[in-house]
């Protein structure tokens, strides 16, 4: 296991690790991306115990491994992410996410009624869970510490309760994450948040990012590692920064306002809309666009040219 974590914090541009098949063709595509991105400009990788199966954190750490054994890295020299809460499987024990609950989770006491669900996807706050999730990302990454971990997209559970429910289940959890930062497990903790930012009129997945700080700071004893938060933000969902979703000190603020009054680092996902913002707009002007309305940006890529394509971008500005 590497020991050590990043120096610095996230970079501009991220490297997303989402989206593509489970084959071997696609691993080795993204270690090639991994690899080159890290090397050049890109230090920070955005993944997830979930994505491709586990396969995309097996493949990160199969990439950095190689990288620290060359000489090429340092431990130091970048940052990992990772996000638990959804339910999740292992391809490569052809363990699907509903096999995996059977197999590995329900014997340490998780079973379905621990899940809220929505469209197929389901969502805890168990702390349990988390712990387990923690510990597998730690394995396939191969490193002792990683230095932001993501509750994924807490919006499910919130649907699926009480307000005031959902503030503790979250106060709860909070005190999990400050106790593998005293562990030395995690560096900070943060929100993958989604439908916040892409329905924000909907008060099914409301909740208040000023209470969720409070919690924090009562679950650190007067400090907190909560410190970023990822929100989609494109040309096709501008939302984050125009909708006033949020209330600071009560006054309406956007959740892009709402994460700045708070100290929360942000961090724009799918900047290209999946590609539907291709459409009509260029790489460049998406790319751009995604900068002005957050910290750092995810952009997901298998392709050492797209790569240099978005680095050529920001070097030329010098973001």
């Given at each position: 296991?590497?020991?050590g974590?990043?120096?610095?914090?996230?970079?501009?541009?991220?490297?997303g690790?989402h989206?593509?098949d489970?084959?071997?063709?696609v691993?080795?595509?993204?270690?090639?991306a991994?690899a080159?991105a890290?090397q050049?400009?890109i230090?920070?990788?955005?993944?997830?115990?979930?994505?491709?199966g586990?396969?995309s954190?097996?493949?990160?750490?199969?990439?950095?491994?190689?990288?620290?054994?060359?000489g090429?890295l340092?431990?130091e020299?970048f940052c990992?992410?990772?996000k638990?809460?959804?339910l999740?499987g292992?391809?490569?024990?052809r363990?699907?996410?509903r096999?995996?609950?059977?197999?590995?989770?329900?014997?340490?006491?998780?079973?379905?009624?621990?899940?809220?669900e929505?469209?197929?996807?389901f969502?805890?706050?168990?702390?349990?869970?988390?712990?387990?999730?923690?510990?597998k990302?730690?394995?396939n990454?191969?490193?002792?510490?990683?230095?932001v971990?993501?509750?994924?997209?807490?919006?499910?559970?919130?649907a699926?309760?009480?307000?005031?429910?959902?503030?503790?289940?979250?106060?709860?959890?909070?005190r999990?994450?400050?106790s593998?930062v005293?562990?030395?497990?995690i560096?900070?903790?943060?929100?993958?948040?989604?439908?916040?930012?892409?329905e924000?009129?909907k008060?099914?997945?409301?909740f208040?990012?000023?209470?969720?700080?409070?919690?924090?700071?009562?679950a650190?004893?007067?400090g907190?590692?909560?410190?970023y938060v990822?929100?989609?933000?494109?040309?096709?969902?501008?939302?984050?920064v125009?909708?006033?979703?949020q209330?600071?000190?009560?006054e309406p603020?956007t959740?892009?306002e709402?994460?700045?009054?708070?100290?929360?680092?942000?961090?724009?996902?799918?900047?290209?809309?999946?590609?539907n913002a291709?459409?009509?707009?260029?790489?460049?002007?998406?790319?751009?666009f995604?900068?002005g309305g957050?910290?750092?940006?995810?952009?997901?890529?298998k392709s050492?040219?797209?790569?240099r394509?978005?680095?050529?971008?920001?070097?030329?500005?010098q973001i």
């Amino acid at each position: 296991m590497i020991k050590g974590y990043s120096r610095d914090g996230f970079s501009r541009l991220m490297l997303g690790t989402h989206l593509g098949d489970f084959t071997d063709e696609v691993s080795e595509s993204y270690r090639d991306a991994i690899a080159f991105a890290l090397q050049n400009g890109i230090s920070s990788i955005d993944g997830a115990i979930n994505y491709r199966g586990m396969r995309s954190e097996k493949d990160e750490g199969t990439a950095v491994q190689e990288l620290i054994s060359s000489g090429k890295l340092r431990r130091e020299d970048f940052c990992i992410t990772s996000k638990a809460g959804l339910l999740f499987g292992d391809i490569t024990e052809r363990t699907n996410p509903r096999m995996y609950l059977e197999k590995h989770l329900k014997p340490c006491g998780i079973t379905e009624d621990d899940f809220c669900e929505y469209d197929g996807l389901f969502q805890t706050l168990n702390p349990v869970f988390f712990e387990i999730a923690l510990e597998k990302s730690l394995q396939n990454l191969g490193l002792e510490t990683i230095d932001v971990h993501y509750i994924h997209i807490p919006e499910i559970t919130r649907a699926g309760t009480d307000l005031a429910t959902f503030y503790d289940r979250m106060e709860n959890l909070f005190r999990w994450y400050e106790s593998k930062v005293a562990e030395g497990r995690i560096r900070y903790y943060g929100l993958a948040l989604e439908f916040m930012g892409t329905e924000p009129e909907k008060e099914k997945w409301h909740f208040e990012l000023e209470e969720l700080k409070k919690r924090a700071l009562k679950a650190g004893n007067g400090g907190s590692h909560l410190k970023y938060v990822i929100y989609e933000y494109n040309k096709l969902c501008p939302y984050p920064v125009t909708v006033a979703s949020q209330r600071v000190g009560g006054e309406p603020v956007t959740l892009a306002e709402a994460c700045r009054r708070l100290n929360f680092e942000t961090v724009a996902s799918m900047p290209f809309a999946m590609g539907n913002a291709l459409k009509q707009y260029s790489v460049r002007e998406l790319l751009e666009f995604a900068l002005g309305g957050a910290d750092h940006v995810i952009v997901g890529s298998k392709s050492k040219e797209h790569i240099r394509e978005l680095l050529a971008y920001v070097n030329e500005k010098q973001i």
